[in-house]
């Protein structure tokens, strides 16, 4: 099936048009005319292979919502015309403890991801969202509730579930006290779900000058954390700290901020961190460091329904394809409010 998309061919090279092929689609497959895709920051660590493990030519993008325009003869759960999502897995093996617990992300095989992974069944490489379609197991497509504006449902489809997943596993609900660390994409979401969940809510930015928008996202309280007198301020006060930091960062100054058996859950940096975690700041108190990444399908449906039923969807700057290298360099300048949306009418335009 032919399908067009922005493809990075390198590291250093930017996003450029790029044909291609989809499979042709299975029994089990949903055809999708791919509507909007969100931009993650995982799509430039990726494209630009912070990893060290992408295989170029790659086509980001997890954060998709299209609508149907096919489905296989295996198909009952969607018929053509219905509003749909893809996030970050369009496949794993369905059989190992955490697939049948729902927990397809941490599949003991490994799940099939949305771009820059081998196809289980014929080890094609899978391709994202920043393209017109995409041909994907019925599984691993997620119900759109009605209401929700299209485009801001995108983000709910890996911004919206990572930050859901760790706020769920950890019981927020209105006798908690939250706070998330740094305001992007994940950021804003974790705002908006605790907020929704009935906790009171921290943020924790570097940057002066976001908290108008952070009361406006859900909010309670904004804590620069550069400034020490703020962070002694709220010692002892977090039962969850949700820290979306991209980068290498120092998590010692936000320990003590967490109250007792407080658990601070990584979701943003993936590497080592280069300043060790001083051990007396988690034993003392009974505090955890905990980590979460992505989140089942069962949980994200249960997630976008949750969303559909409190109106909530991200707050976007909706870009056409043509400047999403512009959005990777905004991105790294946490210029971004809250997260860049493909409108992928866009790519019928001419122009790289
Ligand atoms: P984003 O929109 O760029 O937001 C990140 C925010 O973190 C920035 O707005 C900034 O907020 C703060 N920040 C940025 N660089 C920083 C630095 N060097 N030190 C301290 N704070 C910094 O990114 P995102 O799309 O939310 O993604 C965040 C991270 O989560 C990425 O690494 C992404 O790959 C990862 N991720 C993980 C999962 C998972 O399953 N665990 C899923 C999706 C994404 P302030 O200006 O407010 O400080
Ligand atoms: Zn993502
Ligand atoms: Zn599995």
């Not at 509507?35 to 990893?51: K, Q, S, W």
């Not at 369009?90 to 095989?109: A, F, I, M, N």
């Not at 309280?221 to 700290?241: C, K, T, W, Y």
Request: net charge negative; with cysteine; proline share 5%.
């Amino acid at each position: 099936m032919k399908a067009m998309g922005f493809a990075a061919q390198s590291a250093t090279g930017s996003l450029e048009r790029f044909a291609f092929e989809r499979r042709a689609p299975r029994p089990d497959d949903v055809v999708i005319d791919i509507l909007f895709c969100g931009v993650c920051h995982t799509d430039l660590h990726l494209a630009r292979n912070h990893g060290g493990f992408t295989t170029y030519p790659i086509v980001p993008g997890h954060e998709i919502i299209g609508r149907v325009r096919e489905v296989g003869t295996g198909v009952s759960r969607f018929k053509a015309g219905d509003l749909v999502g893809v996030g970050c897995m369009v496949d794993s093996c369905q059989h190992c403890k955490p697939c049948l617990k729902g927990w397809e992300q941490d599949c003991v095989e490994g799940s099939t991801y949305t771009y820059n992974s081998i196809d289980r069944q014929d080890g094609s490489v899978t391709y994202g969202g920043y393209s017109d379609s995409i041909v994907v197991r019925d599984k691993f497509v997620l119900s759109m509730p009605d209401g929700l504006d299209p485009a801001g449902a995108a983000p709910l489809l890996c911004a919206g579930i990572t930050t859901w997943s760790p706020l769920h596993r950890w019981n927020v609900g209105k006798d908690s006290k939250v706070a998330v660390i740094g305001l992007g994409g994940l950021g804003h979401m974790a705002l908006k779900l605790a907020k929704a969940l009935g906790a009171d809510v921290t943020l924790f930015t570097r940057s002066a000058g976001k908290e108008e928008d952070a009361f406006r996202l859900g909010a309670d309280h904004v804590v620069l954390s550069g400034e020490p007198e703020q962070m002694n301020a709220v010692a002892g006060r977090f039962d969850v700290i949700i820290d979306t930091v991209p980068y290498d960062h120092d998590v010692n100054p936000y320990m003590p901020t967490l109250a007792l058996e407080g658990v601070l859950v990584l979701v943003g940096y993936l590497g080592p961190l280069g300043t060790p975690v001083n051990a007396g700041g988690v034993v003392r108190g009974r505090r955890a460091i905990s980590g979460s990444f992505i989140g089942g399908v069962p949980e994200t449906q249960q997630m976008l329904d949750f969303c559909g039923a409190h109106g909530i969807v991200s707050d976007v700057e909706i870009i056409p394809i043509q400047k999403i290298n512009e959005a990777y360099e905004r991105m790294l300048k946490s210029d971004v409010k809250y997260r860049f949306v493909i409108d992928m009418a866009s790519l019928k335009s001419q122009g790289a």
